[in-house]
């Protein structure tokens, strides 16, 4: 079965923490980039951070400093730790991977993991 599987969502105040993990299925092979993005409630999906198999990561300017995207390719999962969270933070966040499944090369969304940010 292909498909994304996110943790570690839920309520967290402002200032607070977080860490979401996406692990992909087995069935996923040779994954190049890996991401996240978000979409807060009445805005569109946007960009929140990537990173290719070398390691090598973009961030969206307003999450600079605050968050850090790994992976560990051994198994397949990249990491989102989020600091310093704020109420604008709060959105639907999805784990996104680009790989193989079989002969054919492949976008793979996750189904998204909500984080609101709420005192």
């Known amino acids: 079965q292909v498909q994304l599987v996110e943790s570690g969502g839920g309520l967290v105040q402002p200032g607070g923490s977080l860490r979401l993990s996406c692990a992909a299925s087995?069935?996923?092979?040779?994954?190049?980039?890996m991401g996240w993005y978000r979409q807060a409630p009445g805005k569109e999906r946007e960009l929140v951070a990537t990173i290719i198999s070398r390691g090598s990561t973009n961030y969206a300017d307003s999450v600079k400093g605050r968050f850090t995207i790994s992976r560990d390719n051994a198994k397949n999962t990249v990491y989102l730790q989020m600091n310093s969270l704020k109420p604008e933070n709060t959105a639907v966040y999805y784990c996104n991977v680009d790989g193989y499944v079989g002969f054919r090369y492949l976008e793979v969304w996750g189904q998204g993991t909500l984080v609101p940010v709420s005192s």
């Open positions: 087995e069935s996923i092979t040779s994954i190049d980039d």
